[in-house]
């Protein structure tokens, strides 16, 4: 293999690059993106608090860069991929022997609110810049919906700026889906604990206000005033560019357990896989940072190797910043959970699930140490 084209530069394409370097790839390194390396779980916490500026969210510095000796294409999408490579958007096209899809994820957005200033989604530091510039405008409430990992930690940065702060989400219990009802309670409690509203199982029906939003419109008929809408409702893959590719899609690149597609010339890693599970026994979208960083290291073996020669299996994780707290979270959640140590009231604990007595899964706020332990056991 004498040419790999690495198709975007966030965590996941940057790791790729650098594994490839690492492991002797020594020919034609072409690295494709809009936006140039940077990290971002700090967009809803620190950069919104001011507490790092866009320099500080380098994942890599220039020496760093320039030691993959790499062509770098920036501020430029893949429009198109077949035969002939990669299609950009200025007309552009790369042909390479290996590609890397790590093209991550878009935000999701409420159709409702697209032509309405003052609403807002949080994925790039575009997003978090302009949300940044119109809090600083000094609204006075601001509505979250979704209480998501990324709709909580914007409704504890809004709060901790000093905005009057309500968290709509559609189901009855934030975050149910990735911790369980008890967890997702508890969670939910961090958000009334620090005086903030939160209303849940209610879905958004529409908005009001002309040019600008001035609420938010609920389907039981509620109107939630707000100067500032942030959407947090998800992700979607960014895979529009592979159709008609070859490539087969399904809510993310679809791969084995090595993170190769059905061609072998052809890897996929980070938000944008949907990868075979062997730990769960089915397909897994991860979307997490620490699996955007591991990944890699699986998927440029096999796709130098010619052939899925190992495979990623590594229980899921992630932590969150909510309200001065660390909230960390690894494995699968079950309805058998148990509180190893600490005390749930106070907010300071640790959970752990079970299915038929094995251990699947860890869940803690503010105890980093047992959490760690109590992880490496899964």
Known sequence: ??????????????????????????????????????????????????????????LAGQDDLDALAAEWHLGVRAEKFGREGVTLGDGTTITADGYVIATGAVARTLGAAR???????????GDAAALKRDLAAGPSSVAVIGAGFIGAEVASACRLLGHE????????????????????????????????????GVPVDGFTGTGRVTGVRLADGREIHADLVV??????????WLTGSGIAVDDGVL??????????????????ARYQCRLRGRRVRAEHWTAAG??????????????TVTHFARHGYFWSDQYGRRLQFAGVATEDVRIAEGDVASKRFVATYH????????????SPRPFTRLRRAL
Not at 118 to 125: E, K, S
Not at 172 to 186: D, H, Q, S, T
């Open 231 to 240: 959407a947090g409702v998800g992700a979607r893959p960014a895979t529009g």
């Open 1 to 58: 293999m004498r040419s790999v084209a690495v198709v975007g530069t966030s965590l996941a394409g940057l790791r790729s690059a650098q594994e490839l370097r690492g492991r002797g790839f020594d020919g034609r390194l072409v690295m494709i993106g809009a936006e140039p390396p940077y990290d971002r779980p700090p967009l809803s916490k620190e950069f919104l608090l001011g507490k790092a500026s866009a320099d500080d969210l380098a």
């Open 355 to 366: 299915r038929d007595d094995v251990l699947t899964g860890v869940f803690a706020i503010d």
């Open 255 to 272: 791969t084995d357990s090595g993170c190769v597609t059905a061609n072998p010339r052809v890897i996929a890693v980070g938000d944008v």
């Open 165 to 200: 702060v309500t968290v709509i989400e559609a189901l009855p219990v934030p975050l149910a889906a990735v911790l369980g009802a008890r967890m997702g309670a508890v969670c939910g409690e961090l958000h009334t604990g620090n005086d903030v509203r939160l209303i849940t």
């Open 294 to 307: 591991e990944q890699p290291r699986v998927a440029v073996a096999n796709l130098l190797a010619g052939s």
């Open 115 to 125: 032509k309405l200033n003052g609403v807002h989604t949080l994925r790039t530091l």
